[in-house]
C-alpha cells in the first residue's frame, strides 16, 4: 500500500552505492561552503554504447562507405555541414548491416556516445513511436524516467538539450514515415543521424536538409564476392560463371545472397548446379503465383522458401511457430514454449535457423528475426498450422510469460500480493529465479515484449489472458522503468476485463492506472481511475480493493494539498483495512492521516495519531512504515522546539533507511535531518544532507523533492547572510514547482526567495510576495491561513 514516502508498491530499490553517513560533519562553519550542482543534462551524463554487433564477413559497399566516410571529412573540416543521412534502399539490401559496419569504424569520433534504435517501421508487429523512442533515448542519457515528459515536443525538446553540446552518433534503423524520425534529429551541433529507410523519408530533405544515399542491389562482382566470402572453407572453389547465376536468382540483395550463401556452405559436397537448380525451380514457381509483384520481393521470397524448404520438419515447425511469438526478439525457453519441445532440443533446432540465417543470434540463448522473415514465418504459421495449433502456440508462450513475470514479482515486488493464476500447460516450464539480481535481469530483457504479449492477446480472443498478463506485469517492470511504460498495456487489460464483465480485475487494473497517473503527476487522470475503482470494489463487495483506492485518493489529495480531503479518504481507508483486520494497511493509512494533519498544522492531532500508528508498525516489525513514522515524529517535535529529540527520531528513521539499503527513504528523510541541523546552526553539516538528498532524487526522478533539498540549501545560505547563494536556489526551486504546478511550494517558495532579495531588491521581493500570497489564497488550513497573514504583513510594511 502505497504512503507518500513511497514511489511505489513493495519498491525499495537500491540505485546508489554510499549513505547518509558518508558526509563530512563540519560542525560550525566561517569559511567559505559551496553547494555545487552537477546537471544531469550536461555533457558530464552517461556515455551511450548501444552499437549492436557488427556484421561477419561484411564485404562490399565500399562506395557507400566512402560517402558515409565524406560526412565525417566534412565535419571535421570544419564547415556547416547536414547533422541528418537517409540510407535509403529495398527490402534486404543490407542497409542496416552497412551502417552498423561503418558505425563500428568510426564509433570513436563520436566520444559522447552512439544511441541506435530498430523503429521496427516495416515489422509485422507495431511500429515504435517517435515518443518510445524518445523515452529509451533520454533513459539511456541519464534522465530518470519519472522525469521524462509525457508530451513528446517536451521530450524532444529535452533530448535536444542534452546532445546540443555533445557529440553523438544518432542510429536510427527502420524508419518507415518521417514522424518517426524528426522528433529524434538533433536540434544542431556536433551530433550526427544515420537514418535507414526502404522509403526515401523526402521529407526529410525538403525540410530538413537530409542528404540521402541510395542502397541498390550489389553489382554483380561484388554479390559473388559476398557468396565467396560466406562459403570460403567450406566448399571447394566454385566457379565464377556459377556464383554469378546464383546472385542472380538472389536478385544481388544480401540477405538472400547471405542465406544461399549458407546453404551452399553448410552441403560442401552438393554441386553448385544443383543448388541453382533447386533455387530456379523455387523463383519459376513464384514467377507463376506472383501478381504484379516486384523482381526484389519475388527473389527474396524464393530464396526464403528455397532455404525453409531444405529445413528439417522440426525445425521448419518451430520457424512457422516462431512467426507467432508477439515480439520480433526472443529467449531460448519462450521458443521452447512455443514449440512445445524441451530447452535442449529446441536449442538445437535454433541453432539449425541461425546457421541458415533464418534467424539471428544476439545473445546467449537470445534470438530475432530480420522483419521480413518474421512476417515470412507468420504467413507460414497461417497457411500451415491448423487455427486450434496456432492457438494453443501462442496460450503456451503467453502463460509462459505470464507466470515468468509472477515468479518476478516475488523478488521485485516481495511484499505484494500475487494474482490468482490457473497452472500453467504442463508443456510449458517458466522461469525460477535464484535472486533479484535474476528477476531484473529477465524483467530488463523481456520488457519490449511485454506490450506486444498483452496486444497479442487481446487481438486473439484470449481476454483473460491479456488482463492477467497486464496485471501481473505491473509488478513485473524493471525498477528503471517508468509507470508510463505500463499505461497503455494496462489500458488494453483493463479493456479486456471489461468485455469479460470482470469488475475486480477491472478494480485492480483501475487502482494501478491511479499509482501510475499519479506518479507521473497526472493527478486528474488518476483520480478518474481511482473513483471508477472504488464505484466497482463497492459493487462487487471487494473492500480490501475498495480501501486501497480510497488510500490512494487520499494521497493524490494530500500531493494537491486538499488536506480536509486527503484525510476524509484515509479515514475511510483506515476504518475499511481495520474491519478486514488488515493490521500492516491500517498502520499505513495511520501513517497518511499523520502526515496530512502535520501539513495542514494540526499539532496534537498528529501527535496522538504518530504515536498510535509507531506502535502498529512496531508491533508488526515494519521497519519502512516505522520510519516514516519516526520522519514525521521528528518534523512535528522540530515545530514544538525539541531539537533534540527531533535528531534523535531521524537518526533511528535513517537507520532503517540504510538498513533496507532504500534510498527513496533515505533520500526523503535527509531532508528533515537538515532541517534540524540548520536549525541548530550546523550549516555545514545541513548542506551536506541536502546535498545528498538533491543527489539521490535526482537519481530517482523526483525532481518536486530535489526542489526541496535546493529549498533547505537556499535557507542555509540565507542563515549564512550569503543571499546571492540562497537566492540562485531558491529561483531554482520555484522553477520546478512552477513547471510541476505545485501551486502551494512554489508561494512557499517564492515567499524564502522575496526574503532573501528584499534587502537589495525590494521592488523584486514584493513583486514574489504578491504572488505566493495568490497561490496562498487557494488554501484554506491553519498553516496556509498563518502564511497569508505573515505575507500579508510583509506587504503592509513594505507598501509603508
Not at 216 to 239: H, M, S, W
Amino acid at each position: 500500500m502505497p504512503t507518500e514516502d513511497s514511489r511505489r508498491p513493495g519498491d525499495s530499490r537500491n540505485d546508489l552505492s554510499g549513505s547518509s553517513r558518508d558526509v563530512v560533519q563540519a560542525g560550525s562553519v566561517t569559511g567559505d561552503i559551496h553547494f555545487h550542482q552537477v546537471s544531469a543534462r550536461g555533457p558530464s551524463g552517461p556515455v551511450p554504447r548501444q552499437l549492436p554487433a557488427d556484421v561477419n564477413t561484411f564485404v562490399n559497399r565500399s562506395h557507400e562507405l566512402g560517402q558515409l566516410n565524406a560526412v565525417l571529412a566534412d565535419r571535421n573540416g570544419g564547415r556547416v555541414v547536414v547533422s541528418v543521412h537517409v540510407v535509403a534502399g529495398t527490402a534486404g539490401a543490407g542497409k542496416t548491416s552497412l551502417v552498423l559496419h561503418w558505425a563500428h569504424q568510426v564509433k570513436d569520433q563520436f566520444p559522447d556516445g552512439q544511441l541506435f534504435i530498430n523503429l521496427r517501421g516495416y515489422d509485422p508487429g507495431e511500429p515504435v513511436t517517435a515518443a518510445q523512442a524518445l523515452q529509451r533515448f533520454l533513459r539511456a542519457l541519464g534522465v530518470a524516467p519519472a522525469e521524462v515528459p509525457q508530451d513528446v515536443d517536451d521530450a524532444a525538446a529535452m533530448y535536444r538539450s542534452l546532445i546540443a553540446d555533445r557529440r553523438v552518433l544518432i542510429l536510427l534503423d527502420n524508419a518507415a514515415t518521417v514522424s518517426q524520425v524528426r522528433p529524434l534529429l538533433p536540434g544542431g551541433g556536433d551530433s550526427l543521424a544515420v537514418v535507414t529507410s526502404r522509403s526515401r523519408l523526402a521529407g526529410l530533405s525538403v525540410r530538413d536538409g537530409a542528404q540521402r544515399i541510395t542502397l541498390g542491389t550489389l553489382p554483380e562482382p561484388e554479390a559473388v564476392a559476398l557468396l565467396r566470402a560466406v562459403t570460403r572453407g567450406c566448399r571447394p572453389e566454385d566457379d565464377g560463371d556459377k556464383l554469378a547465376e546464383l546472385a542472380h536468382l538472389c536478385a544481388r540483395l544480401p540477405l538472400a545472397l547471405r542465406i544461399a550463401a549458407e546453404r551452399a556452405a553448410s552441403h560442401p559436397h552438393m554441386r553448385l548446379d544443383d543448388l541453382i537448380s533447386d533455387l530456379r525451380d523455387e523463383s519459376a514457381l513464384w514467377d507463376a503465383l506472383s501478381t504484379g509483384i516486384d523482381d526484389e520481393a519475388e527473389a527474396i521470397r524464393s530464396v526464403f522458401t528455397w532455404s525453409y524448404r531444405a529445413l528439417s520438419t522440426h525445425s521448419a515447425r518451430l520457424f512457422r511457430l516462431l512467426g507467432l511469438h508477439p515480439g520480433a526478439a526472443f529467449s531460448l525457453p519462450a521458443a521452447a514454449a512455443l514449440g512445445e519441445v524441451t530447452l535442449s532440443r529446441t536449442r538445437q533446432l535454433l541453432d539449425d535457423l541461425v546457421g541458415a540465417h533464418l534467424l539471428e543470434q544476439t545473445a546467449p540463448d537470445r534470438f530475432q528475426f530480420h522483419d521480413l522473415l518474421r512476417a515470412y514465418a507468420g504467413d507460414l504459421a497461417q497457411a500451415s498450422e491448423p487455427p486450434g495449433q496456432r492457438q494453443a502456440a501462442r496460450r503456451r508462450v503467453l502463460s509462459w510469460y505470464l507466470h515468468t513475470a509472477d515468479a518476478a514479482q516475488t523478488w521485485l515486488y516481495p511484499l505484494e500480493d500475487h494474482l490468482p493464476l490457473p497452472g500453467p500447460p504442463p508443456e510449458v516450464a517458466p522461469l525460477v529465479f535464484a535472486d533479484r539480481n535474476a528477476a531484473v535481469d529477465w524483467s530488463e530483457r523481456e520488457q519490449g515484449n511485454f506490450l506486444p504479449a498483452v496486444r497479442d492477446a487481446a487481438r486473439n480472443g484470449m481476454d483473460e489472458t491479456a488482463w492477467q498478463l497486464a496485471t501481473v506485469l505491473w509488478f513485473a517492470r524493471p525498477a528503471s522503468s517508468s509507470e508510463r511504460d505500463w499505461l497503455e498495456l494496462g489500458r488494453i487489460g483493463l479493456e479486456a476485463a471489461t468485455r469479460r464483465e470482470d469488475q475486480r480485475a477491472q478494480t485492480r487494473l483501475l487502482i494501478n492506472m491511479g499509482i501510475a497517473h499519479r506518479a507521473l503527476n497526472g493527478f486528474s487522470e488518476g483520480l478518474d481511475a481511482l473513483e471508477r475503482a472504488v464505484m466497482l470494489a463497492r459493487r462487487s463487495q471487494s473492500r480490501f480493493n475498495e480501501a486501497q483506492a480510497l488510500n490512494l485518493m487520499g494521497l493524490i489529495h494530500l500531493r494537491q494539498r486538499e488536506l480536509g480531503l486527503a484525510d476524509t479518504y484515509f479515514g475511510q481507508a483506515m476504518s475499511i483495512f481495520r474491519d478486514l483486520g488488515d493490521g500492516g494497511r491500517t498502520a499505513t493509512a495511520l501513517s497518511n492521516i499523520a502526515s496530512t494533519r502535520l501539513s495542514a498544522g494540526h499539532l496534537p492531532e498528529a501527535a496522538s495519531v504518530v504515536e498510535e500508528a509507531l506502535a502498529a508498525h512496531r508491533a508488526l516489525a515494519n521497519r519502512g512504515g516505522e520510519g516514516n513514522l519516526l520522519r514525521i515524529a521528528a518534523d512535528l517535535r522540530l515545530e514544538e522546539g525539541d531539537t533534540g529529540g527531533a535528531r534523535r527520531s531521524i537518526d533511528e528513521a535513517l537507520d532503517i533507511a540504510l538498513a533496507l539499503r532504500d534510498h527513496t527513504r533515505e533520500g526523503f528523510w535527509l531532508l528533515t535531518l537538515g532541517d534540524i541541523q540548520r536549525a541548530v546552526a550546523q550549516h555545514g553539516d545541513a548542506l551536506t544532507s541536502y546535498q545528498r538528498s538533491a543527489m539521490l532524487h535526482r537519481r530517482l526522478g523526483d525532481r518536486s523533492r530535489e526542489a526541496l533539498a535546493w529549498r533547505g540549501t537556499g535557507q542555509t545560505y540565507a542563515a549564512m547572510d550569503r543571499h546571492g547563494e540562497a537566492a540562485t536556489f531558491h529561483s531554482q526551486a520555484a522553477a520546478v514547482h512552477r513547471d510541476l504546478g505545485d501551486a502551494w511550494q512554489l508561494a512557499l517558495e517564492l515567499d524564502l526567495l522575496a526574503a532573501v532579495v528584499h534587502p537589495e531588491d525590494p521592488e523584486t521581493a514584493r513583486g514574489h510576495w504578491i504572488e505566493a500570497l495568490a497561490h496562498l489564497t487557494l488554501y484554506s488550513d491553519p498553516r496556509a491561513m498563518s502564511a497569508r497573514s505573515r505575507v500579508e504583513a510583509l506587504l503592509a510594511r513594505a507598501a509603508g
